[in-house]
C-alpha cells in the first residue's frame, strides 16, 4: 500500500461535508465555484484585454493635467 493511497483528500472531505446539502444550495455552491474559476481566468489576460477600457468625458489633455496637479512631493533633501 502507498502512503498515498492512505491520506484524504480535500475534495472527499468536502464532499462528506457537503453531501447533505439540498439540491438547490447545491446548484447554488456549483454556480459560486464556477464564478471563482472564471474570475481567476480573466486575471491571466494579457494586456490588449484592457485596451479601451477606460472610459471618461475628459480629454487626453485634461486627465494628464488632473494627474500632473494630484502629483504630492515629499522627497527632502539634505543641505551637504
Same mark, same amino acid.
Given at each position: &500500500?502507498?502512503? $498515498?493511497?492512505? /491520506?484524504? +483528500?480535500?475534495? =472527499?472531505? #468536502? *464532499?462528506?461535508?457537503l !453531501? @447533505?446539502?439540498?439540491?438547490?444550495? +447545491?446548484?447554488?455552491?456549483? %454556480?459560486?465555484? @464556477? =464564478?471563482?474559476?472564471?474570475?481567476? !481566468?480573466? +486575471? $491571466?489576460?494579457?494586456? =490588449? #484585454? *484592457? #485596451?479601451g477600457?477606460?472610459?471618461? =468625458? @475628459?480629454?487626453?489633455? %485634461?486627465?494628464?493635467? %488632473?494627474?500632473?496637479?494630484?502629483? +504630492? *512631493?515629499? /522627497?527632502k #533633501?539634505?543641505? &551637504?
Amino acid at each position: &500500500m502507498d502512503a $498515498s493511497d492512505t /491520506r484524504v +483528500k480535500i475534495p =472527499d472531505i #468536502y *464532499f462528506a461535508f457537503l !453531501e @447533505n446539502l439540498s439540491k438547490k444550495d +447545491k446548484l447554488s455552491l456549483i %454556480e459560486k465555484l @464556477n =464564478d471563482s474559476i472564471s474570475i481567476h !481566468e480573466t +486575471k $491571466s489576460k494579457s494586456i =490588449d #484585454y *484592457f #485596451y479601451g477600457i477606460w472610459e471618461s =468625458d @475628459n480629454s487626453a489633455e %485634461e486627465l494628464i493635467k %488632473e494627474i500632473h496637479s494630484a502629483r +504630492k *512631493f515629499t /522627497r527632502k #533633501y539634505e543641505e &551637504m
